[in-house]
């Protein structure tokens, strides 16, 4: 059996870093991933994704990415049942990130080098294709 997803969009809002009461860290941020076609009025739509990082990956997540950073996620998709205030149960799907690469240079202010999530930081894209 197989749950790979790999997704690349922008962030729409700054990650959110938080602890767990173990101390682990957890950082949640919601990724714009565009559709490959437009709708039929004609304009291009997107959906939003909720991703999570947990450990090394979400404090340099949350440290090193904002709200419009192109990135690549890597990860499973998890599916979770919770009950709401009112006592219902609702589900929320999130990917689970194994591997998150920063795809576009840092704006000023912050880091210039191009990151990686998941270990050193990687080569500048100035070349690539798409």
Request: hydrophobic share 40%; charged share 30%; glycine share 6%.
């Amino acid at each position: 059996m197989l749950n790979k997803i790999i997704l690349i969009g922008r962030l729409v809002a700054d990650p959110q870093l938080r602890y767990t009461q173990s101390g682990i860290a957890v950082t949640n941020f919601t990724l714009a991933v565009d559709r490959p076609f437009v709708s039929q009025g004609g304009e291009r739509e997107a959906d939003f994704i909720d991703i999570v990082t947990w450990r090394k990956q979400a404090e340099i997540c949350a440290n090193h990415l904002n709200k419009g950073r192109l990135v690549a996620v890597e990860g499973r998709l998890q599916v979770r049942s919770y009950d709401d205030q009112n006592g219902i149960r609702r589900k929320a799907a999130e990917v689970v990130a194994d591997q998150v690469r920063f795809l576009d240079r840092a704006r000023s202010g912050e880091s210039e080098q191009s990151e990686s999530a998941d270990g050193p930081p990687e080569p500048e894209f100035d070349d690539v294709p798409f």
